[in-house]
């Protein structure tokens, strides 16, 4: 799978994310030729165990999350960030939960929105909202997904990647937009994974941004 | 006698009709040999990937057509037969001067007056003559037909092609290719170099993408090969040095370059084309061209290099060619056919016209070699910073693409490769990059 990096759009302290901002956002893109391609969605899920002893609940990870991911359709991810655990399933994991009531839905988030071409790259520009509001306007953040698509390799493309979202900013605080993009990435060798990019760390990232989002609004 | 219930004609009529009917004959025969062509290039056609149904309507009406005159010219014969034209017997009848006119002898020749002796003779000879450009035709159409049945190869007789490097001293003696290729393999480890037939490199080059780890021999394996004694396909033993023909070169997760050697077997490459790794499909092939822009930028620069080594007219046709195309839209020979793509290519003027005049004193033989050493140098295409703008990646001006920079000037490689007695790895740390915007004249 090509390599990918996926960032969250961190707001200047007091301003909060709206589509003006994704509008400008996108702009952007198409300012160094970006070609809408189509659209794009993933879905988190946070899980809570179904407990008849309450006391066990603590046990249970806190963090337990689900993912679904638009360039595997017919997989399922799940991702506990605490014990650095991966796991990726066939889609037909979410059945089975629902028939084994062993956790239910706490929160369900949708990252959704446009794709891009840029030549050898792809961006993906999206909003974040709960699964249950995607048509109001209150958004919980903005992500980018950058892919370099010639190489899988994380190690080869990070140089390249670096200096593309480079670009990007620079072009995104020419607006001016009160915020940037933040890219911390995971420690993928803590999870198990190779240097070859795939599904499960695109997993791994969301979780990640998901994580930092959470964060920023408790603060 | 031959009984007249044929016909009532008198002779010389039954002469005309039958030299009549043989003249039918010699056309129904000459239909019959150009449905075989039709059927023949039917056939070449289907065998191509993704054109297997086109012939099939074509198949069907020419095999209508020959089965038509294949009975026509049965009707014929038939009636030939009848009138005793084409009755052996009549020769094999003794004191028989042989009058009957006209008679076709057994091998075919129509004798109007037939003489005995005269007739024995003209039989030999037109038989040999016969047997010889019956021969000559059939070799013809084994080449054109079955190109890949040739035995009697080229490259038999030519042999394999001794290169000779001056000032190396590995290299000074004689080399065939896979000496070149093994000393390859043990002088860069990180370069992962496999040589096949051409026919084992269409069948890998369909199963790719395999994964990284896995080598010729896990594809192999998933394929269906058995037997641990056997060499992998792809390794250097596993293939005869007189059939190798495309040379692949993997630098693990940074790309895979395939160099096809023209006539198989000898050192000489005649295409190059460079891919992603993970990209797979029966379009791999050293005159394919990557779904992705950066290596189909790169194979095109190599392009004009290997064209400037085999022939100078060749290098100043293509440089003015290129000059007057000044970009857009042009599709360069082949290499951009198969993708139909919007964005325009590059201008490689400036680069190729270095090429050119760079390469008129680089001998053929080392062509390989330093081939070789060129892909090697873009191991670091996608980490080493453009000697020019010090960045890695740049907005080309007239594609708008983002690339990074997939210019390694070989002149001063060259250079830096024969002059030198650093180790390769300090000389390749002097190559430079540069963007393709971002080299100047003076490099």
Not at chain 2, 200 to 214: C, G, I, M, Y
Not at chain 2, 320 to 336: C, D, E, W
Request: net charge neutral.
């Amino acid at each position: 799978m090509p390599a990918k990096w996926v960032l969250h759009w961190h707001p200047i302290t007091g301003a909060s994310v709206n589509t003006q901002i994704l509008d400008e956002i996108s702009q952007g893109i198409e300012s160094i030729n970006g070609v809408k391609d189509g659209r794009w969605k993933a879905v988190l899920t946070f899980y809570k165990p179904i407990v008849r002893d309450q006391s066990m609940a603590a046990e249970f990870p806190r963090d337990f999350l689900g993912i679904s991911l638009p360039d595997e359709p017919y997989k399922y991810y799940f991702v506990v960030r605490g014990q650095r655990i991966i796991v990726e399933a066939d889609l037909s994991i979410q059945a089975i939960m629902d028939k084994l009531q062993s956790y239910k839905l706490r929160v369900a988030l949708n990252f959704e929105g446009i794709q891009y071409g840029l030549g050898d790259f792809r961006v993906r520009v999206g909003k974040v909202v709960p699964s249950h509001l995607t048509h109001s306007e209150t958004m919980r953040g903005i992500v980018m997904e950058v892919e370099y698509l010639p190489i899988s390799s994380i190690d080869q493309s990070k140089q390249i990647m670096e200096e593309f979202v480079d670009i990007v900013q620079e072009i995104l605080s020419n607006k001016p937009l009160p915020g940037h993009f933040v890219h911390s990435e995971p420690n993928f060798a803590e999870y198990g994974l190779s240097d070859q990019y795939t599904s499960q760390h695109a997993a791994i990232q969301y979780s990640t941004v998901m994580a930092q989002l959470i964060a920023r609004h408790s603060q | 006698m031959p009984a007249a219930e044929a016909s009532a004609d008198a002779p010389p009529k039954q002469v005309a009709m039958a030299m009549e009917s043989l003249g039918q004959a010699a056309r129904l025969i000459a239909d019959i040999r150009l449905g075989a062509d039709r059927l023949f290039e039917a056939i070449l056609v289907a065998a191509e990937p993704h054109q297997s149904t086109r012939p099939l309507p074509l198949i069907v009406k020419e095999d209508t057509a020959m089965r038509k005159h294949i009975q026509d010219l049965r009707s014929i014969g038939k009636q030939l037969e009848d009138s005793h034209v084409l009755n052996e017997a009549l020769l094999s009848r003794s004191n028989s001067w042989g009058l009957h006119m006209p008679l076709v002898c057994p091998d075919g020749a129509v004798v109007a007056y037939a003489w005995k002796r005269q007739l024995a003779g003209q039989a030999g000879a037109s038989a040999v003559d016969r047997t010889r450009l019956a021969l000559k035709s059939f070799m013809e159409q084994k080449k054109r037909f079955f190109p890949h049945l040739d035995i009697e190869s080229v490259s038999k007789r030519r042999g394999s092609q001794p290169i000779v490097v001056g000032g190396k001293e590995e290299l000074t003696d004689s080399k065939t290719i896979k000496d070149i290729l093994t000393h390859f393999v043990k002088d860069i480890p990180d370069m992962k170099i496999f040589a096949y037939e051409r026919i084992d490199w269409l069948k890998r080059a369909a199963s790719l993408p395999s994964s990284v780890d896995e080598g010729p021999i896990q594809s192999s394996i998933s394929h269906g090969f058995h037997g641990a004694n056997k060499p992998r396909p792809g390794s250097l033993d596993a293939v005869a040095e007189d059939k190798v023909a495309v040379v692949e070169l993997v630098i693990p997760s940074v790309l895979r370059a395939v160099i096809s050697l023209h006539p198989v077997g000898s050192t000489s490459p005649d295409a190059v084309a460079f891919f992603s790794p993970d990209e797979g499909g029966s379009y791999v092939h050293a005159r394919g061209a990557s779904a992705y822009h950066v290596f189909r930028h790169i194979t095109v620069t190599l392009w004009f290099c290997l064209r400037s080594w085999e022939s100078l007219v060749l290098q100043f046709s293509f440089g003015l060619l290129f000059l007057s195309f000044r970009i857009q839209n042009v599709s360069a020979p082949h290499i951009y056919s198969r993708h139909n793509h919007q964005t325009p290519i590059l201008l490689l003027q400036d680069y190729s016209n270095l090429a050119l005049q760079y390469f008129l004193g680089v001998k053929t033989e080392t062509a390989l070699y330093f081939l070789m050493q060129w892909v090697k140098s873009y191991q670091t295409l996608f980490i080493k910073p453009c000697s020019n703008c010090r960045r890695v990646l740049s907005v080309d001006r007239q594609s708008s693409l983002f690339l990074p920079p997939v210019l390694r000037p070989y002149r001063q490689f060259y250079g830096a490769m024969t002059s030198s007695a650093l180790p390769k790895d300090q000389n390749l740390g002097k190559v430079q990059a540069f963007h393709m915007g971002c080299s100047s004249q003076d490099v």
